[in-house]
């Protein structure tokens, strides 16, 4: 292997797309998923994929927001501490079925949290605030017209747009679509995903330091991420660093998948055989070599038959970039979103300066540590180090073009689930 190792490094040297072409590249290049329906008890985190309009009123009806006596305003308008008003109790009266009654002046029915008032009741007086008197309850202070009455139709009106297309279905998402009565609905399937971890030394085992093999670690963090991002993983599996195994699995998997991710065996080394070989052997339509992210800038990709094959680096600040700055991406465009990273940012002020001279005109992931909107700069050795990441909750962006941000600027501190979650202000107790 080692004779005449670097003949082919002319074949392997980067290129370095800007993000911004990769995104337009890959908008032209890979397909959205097919639309499917399925039962809505099945559908959190899938993406929808028609817009959701209310079937009938929410409420159907004039509901209680608590246990209390529904009356009539009128028969309030004078009420007070020192002129109480004493209306009668309607006994008899089932007060999941109140709707059912026609109130008259001078009554009170009693209702049950959630369930219609009588026909002509516009206030609900909670239990505790009033004083029973045998038949009669006695009312001191005077309510507004329907306090306590969720009005028919004040949450959502029948035909009313309720969901639009696009929003990936979260529990409350699936509560609001069993509540409105669906129970199917169209949504885009989950993208169907291979992950090829290439290496002589992997094993999908634990770390042994006596052992020359190294765990593929990498690939439960992408498993976890493209699972939280709507995708199904179908296969995983271990090739040795040999072009013939590489590329023989990637044409076995390319038919079943719509996305297949190989790890490692991504560099310029002699046993980086992943780009060359697949390069010669797919000869795809489109590619890049080298993305200006940093870490990452390693990450390469093959559009083959409208799929990407993406080359994911194998140190881990290396393939974790990939995923936030173009796996996630990809993954949430063939489910019909955005082709943009996925995570959000909030506004924090830099408790010290960051200076990153190399690679000045590419995008930079520095990470963070915010406490009580204080970010702190992470001491980072290098991709190979998990150490930064672990004791970072969150990351900033260096624009290409800028070298240094200074002390006391405000920048975004950026978060992107499941690894790098919003940050928590601890609360003493």
Same mark, same amino acid.
């Given at each position: ?9 002319q ?30 008890k099945?559908?959190?985190?899938y ?7 209310a079937?009938?009123?929410?409420? @159907?009806?004039?509901?209680?927001? @608590? ?32 709707g ?30 009033? /004083? ?11 309510y ?11 949450d ?18 699936q ?20 992950i ?12 042994k ?8 670690? /990498?690939?439960w ?19 040795p660093?040999d ?56 990450t ?7 799929? @990407? ?19 996630t991406p990809?993954?949430e ?7 943009k ?45 998990l150490n ?25 501190a ?16």
């Amino acid at each position: 292997m080692f004779k005449n190792c670097f003949e082919n490094i002319q074949e392997k040297k980067y290129s370095y797309i800007d993000l911004k072409d990769l995104y337009d590249l890959l908008r032209t290049s890979i397909s959205r998923v097919d639309i499917v329906k399925i039962n809505v008890k099945e559908s959190v985190g899938y993406v929808l994929a028609e817009e959701i309009k209310a079937k009938y009123n929410r409420p @159907l009806y004039d509901i209680s927001h @608590l246990d209390g006596f529904a009356v009539k305003y009128d028969d309030l308008i004078h009420a007070s501490k020192y002129n109480p008003v004493k209306l009668r109790i309607v006994n008899g009266i089932d007060p999941r079925r109140a709707g059912e009654y026609e109130l008259k002046n001078g009554e009170a029915v009693f209702v049950e949290t959630g369930y219609p008032v009588p026909v002509n009741a516009d206030v609900v007086i909670p239990v505790e605030d009033v /004083t029973v008197d045998h038949n009669y309850i006695i009312v001191d202070k005077l309510y507004s017209r329907y306090a306590n009455v969720f009005r028919e139709g004040s949450d959502f009106r029948e035909n009313e747009s309720v969901l639009k297309y696009g929003i990936r279905i979260t529990p409350l998402i699936q509560k609001v679509l069993i509540d409105m009565g669906y129970e199917t609905i169209r949504v885009y399937r989950k993208p169907r995903i291979s992950i090829i971890n290439v290496g002589d030394e992997l094993i999908d085992d634990f770390y042994k330091p006596e052992s020359d093999k190294l765990p593929v670690s /990498t690939m439960w963090i992408d498993k976890h991420v493209f699972e939280y991002y709507g995708s199904e993983i179908i296969e995983t599996s271990i090739v040795p660093d040999d072009s013939t195994a590489i590329v023989n699995k990637v044409f076995e998997s390319i038919d079943k998948s719509d996305l297949i991710v190989t790890i490692g065996g991504a560099s310029l080394g002699p046993r980086d055989l992943v780009w060359t070989s697949l390069y010669r052997e797919l000869k795809p339509s489109k590619w890049w070599r080298g993305v200006k992210t940093l870490p990452g800038r390693v990450t390469s990709g093959l559009i083959v038959n409208g799929k @990407l094959v993406l080359i994911q680096p194998g140190l881990p600040q290396s393939s974790i970039v990939s995923l936030i700055f173009i796996a996630t991406p990809v993954v949430e465009y063939m489910q019909g979103l955005d082709l943009k990273p996925a995570y959000s940012c909030i506004e924090v002020c830099l408790a010290e300066d960051i200076v990153f001279s190399k690679f000045i005109d590419f995008y930079r992931v520095v990470f963070l540590n915010v406490v009580e909107n204080k970010a702190y700069v992470v001491k980072n050795l290098g991709s190979y180090y998990l150490n930064p990441m672990v004791n970072s909750n969150s990351f900033t962006i260096l624009e290409p073009g800028f070298e240094r941000i200074r002390e006391n600027s405000v920048v975004n501190a950026c978060f992107y689930p499941p690894l790098f979650q919003p940050v928590r202000n601890r609360v003493l107790v």
